[in-house]
């Protein structure tokens, strides 16, 4: 009996039940004063990328910040690089939203020691220190280098496209351009004879705030036709390259020598797809009479015309030829059963040149989503995937990259190598796909190269069907030792290191660090915000690789 009471009372229905609630007294003060390495474990991101900061060099942010005047107290640089880059890691750039954060966010509370920045301050910081972020890169890869780190032995490289602060349908052409400027001089003019009889000579009236003038759209209109006039110019050069490429190319196959790859721009592709239709034929006339040759031919063989190669090299002269004589009658509609080109917005014609009045350093690129307002960013990866190199251009492909790709790595390598005093960071092999296949690409000087002539899947089915072994042919081309290289099985396994070592590090600037639209305007500010993001990257990398706050500290 006196068990079963005992079970009643403590096993009874108010099993789990509080006696009463918790106070909860928001004005009851601290008895002692708060430490804030108290507020959050020792392994969290904050402690990390406060300790990170402090080990970077940061004399380019304090050579800006004046003291000893009168006047109130400045902020720390080192404290809102700090909040910068904690704030990157997570994916704000919002100079609003990290002043919020620094009110409502314990580690963002910890890093300002709730000393809380305004807005303006941080985004006039990063206006002002646009060099300084620029060259933050270069500082997180000899941190990592101190730390043991940074493997240049490959080298990958590609480039990526990051939507601008501005918007497409804010391209206009020249001659828009040229007449809006008229206009506006016009308009000022006018304007200015009615404000001098209104108000005087010598005064201008209730003037609009800064940046909001009549000028300033006047000069922002004058810096897109100077855009417009620079990558002019810059197309005439090209176009000159490019016609002095096609005629040594079809010289080439007219004298019967064979080359590997697309044939350049402006080819004559009659000749060429002849040119491949005939070589193949003879190859497999030759195979085809030493198959006769033999006293007892094993099985059959397929006739010469009746080759899959050969069939597909005639259909394709032959669908060259009808196009060209199609275009020769005028006929622009294509083909029965072919879809026709899609026009390009906001672009009456393929070579029409446009400027953004919002961002005129922005340009419209196409993507495999269709086109957008942006950046062509070209970053290079080491071996154990921090970013070497970042770099935001203005060209529409990466053709023209590699050169100062490689040159930017280079330049840091040796940097890193004298920061550290390490001399195993020389460049090995830089790798790079099919945007960069050139002759100049190949045969520049510099580290060795491997850049690949087609897409992946094409390389990976030519290794298998048709392998190489050895050096290539001494009188081969560029071109063609590369792709002899390719085939190799050294080669191939090479390039397969391209895409992990590459893409992973751009899934990181675009997803974690939120980087795919800019938020600011300009190329030297596009310029910071993409360093700034690969630093950031670098950082984090070292924590993802087993260094802990500890060592940071003590190392």
Known sequence: MVMIL???????????????????DRGQEFL?????TEWLPEDHLVWFVIAAVARLDTTAFHRRAKRGGVGRRGYDPDMLLTLFVYAMAHGESSSRQIERLCHTDVAFRIICAQDVPDHTVLARFRQHHEAALTDLLTESLVLAAQLGMVSLGVVAFDGTKIAANASKDTNRSEDYLRTQAEQFLATVAETDTAEDARFGADRRGDEPPPGMDRTHRDQRISQALE????????????????????????????????????????????????ARWERLQAEAQARYAEFLARPRPPGRMVAPDEHHKVRAARAAYEAARAHTERTAAGQTAPAAGQPAASAVPGQAGKDRLTANLTDPDSRLLKTRNGWVQGYNCQTAASTDEFLISARATQDANDLEQFIPTKDDVTATAAHLAERTGRTDLTVGTMVGDAGYDSDTNLTTDGPDRLIADAKRHVIDRRAVTDPATGDPPDNATPR????????????????????????????????????????????AAVQAELSLAAAVTNLLKLRTKGITTTRLRTT
């Not at 005992?6 to 909860?24: I, K, S, T």
């Open 6 to 24: 005992l079970v009643a009372v403590v096993g009874g229905d108010d099993r789990g039940v509080a006696r009463d609630y918790r106070p909860v």
């Open 32 to 36: 002692l004063p708060p430490s804030m």
């Open 227 to 274: 855009q417009i006039q620079a990558r002019r110019e810059k197309a005439e050069r090209a176009a000159a390259e490019q016609a002095e490429t096609t005629r040594a190319y079809d010289q080439a196959v007219a004298d019967g020598a064979t080359r590997a790859g697309a044939p350049p721009k402006g080819a004559d592709r009659v000749a060429v797809a002849r």
């Open 480 to 523: 063609e030792k590369m792709n002899h290289r390719l085939r190799t099985p050294d080669g191939h396994a090479l390039y397969k290191q391209r895409a992990p070592m590459i893409e992973t590090p751009y899934a990181w600037v675009k997803d974690r660090r939120g980087l795919r639209r800019f938020a600011r305007r300009g190329l």
